[in-house]
């Protein structure tokens, strides 16, 4: 993008350039914004969030239905209104998803590997179902029917193994490399089973489009429609590239690793709108359910800690 005098210039150039798909921006919200106040919000409610980004009502109402009949979202109505509320299982995975979002990048290895085995011996689509679960928290199909991650979350995976119907069905295990045993080095295994360039280029391409967001933040105070809606992209466009990463351990990254520059770079625009954001999300929620709490202390636990 050329270069940007304002906040009202920059975000007018960045939704110009990269307008984000309405599906994925109401989950961001409701992730990011809603979630801390409850995770429920009335439709009004979501149509005075959304509308700045280009978001218009039918195609709002198209995401809601669609989060919807995936499980995402639940509905219901008073009259003419509606309102949406995360799923007590969205709320979840929801939490999960986020809690990598905003988490320092400080994963040390202990030099096991956790191994899911067996899947040889399920159906077709079990197969299919449990490899895709996999390689979305980050596993590697290291062998048919082997999928191995150096740092697996046995919570994580615990809750993926019921949510796909697999528990009991497949072999969970923890290995290491034997000691006295010469064999291949960790960092080959870690490139023949992780292609991270995409993921780096994501980071990469992060930092490029918000590092000039510190300068404008340094000149001029955003007023609470423009903190949210920095907030909202900042936190839009890191989430995608971030959910992406297979979450490896600090000693098997290739080193720099752009992830931490992107992950600083998140937080401290974070850190510059949150509060001014949380005003403009509370009004706008509370214009519909006046009753709608500020958000917990809980909140400002994310990445690391807000001021």
């Given at each position: 993008m050329q270069k940007i005098n304002s906040l009202d210039g920059w975000i007018a150039a960045f939704l110009a350039a990269e307008p984000?798909?309405?599906?994925?921006?109401?989950?961001?919200?409701?992730?990011?914004?809603?979630?801390?106040?409850?995770?429920?919000?009335?439709?009004?409610?979501?149509?005075?969030?959304?509308?700045?980004?280009?978001?218009n009502d039918r195609l709002l109402r198209t995401s809601v239905f669609r989060?919807?009949?995936?499980?995402?979202?639940?509905?219901?109505?008073?009259?003419?209104?509606?309102s949406y509320a995360i799923t007590p299982e969205a709320m979840r995975r929801f939490t999960r998803a986020f809690r990598r979002v905003y988490a320092p990048l400080?994963?040390?290895?202990?030099?096991?590997?956790?191994?899911?085995?067996?899947?040889?011996?399920?159906?077709?689509?079990?197969?299919?179902?449990?490899?895709?679960?996999?390689?979305?928290?980050?596993?590697?199909?290291?062998?048919?029917?082997?999928a191995s991650h150096p740092a697996g979350d046995a919570e994580a995976l615990d809750a993926l193994l019921g949510r796909t119907g697999m528990r009991g069905k497949v072999y969970v295990v923890q290995a290491a490399q034997l000691p006295g045993v010469e064999s291949k080095p960790l960092s080959d295994l870690v490139a023949e089973g992780w292609d991270l360039s995409e993921v780096i280029e994501g980071y990469e391409r992060f930092v490029a489009r918000f590092s000039p967001l510190l300068a404008l933040l340094a000149a001029e105070t955003p007023n609470p429609q423009q903190a949210f809606m920095l907030r909202t992209l900042v936190i839009h466009a890191y989430r995608r590239v971030q959910l992406?990463?297979?979450?490896?351990?600090?000693?098997?990254?290739?080193?720099?690793?752009?992830?931490?520059?992107a992950y600083e770079?998140?937080?401290?625009?974070?850190?510059?709108?949150?509060?001014?954001?949380?005003?403009?999300?509370?009004?706008?929620?509370?214009?519909?359910?006046p009753f709608t709490p500020p958000s917990g202390a809980s909140f400002l636990t994310r990445f690391g800690g807000l001021h």
């Open positions: 984000p798909r309405s599906k994925s921006l109401v989950m961001t919200i409701f992730g990011d914004a809603i979630a801390p106040h409850g995770g429920e919000a009335w439709l009004g409610s979501l149509i005075e969030l959304l509308e700045p980004f280009g978001v989060l919807a009949q995936e499980g995402w979202l639940g509905s219901q109505r008073d009259g003419r209104r509606s400080n994963l040390h290895w202990d030099g096991s590997w956790t191994l899911v085995l067996g899947a040889n011996s399920l159906s077709a689509a079990e197969r299919t179902a449990l490899r895709k679960e996999l390689l979305w928290e980050g596993y590697s199909m290291i062998a048919p029917g082997i992406h990463d297979p979450q490896l351990p600090i000693e098997l990254l290739p080193t720099p690793w752009p992830g931490t520059v770079l998140a937080r401290e625009l974070y850190q510059r709108t949150h509060r001014a954001s949380s005003e403009h999300i509370l009004a706008a929620l509370q214009r519909e359910a």
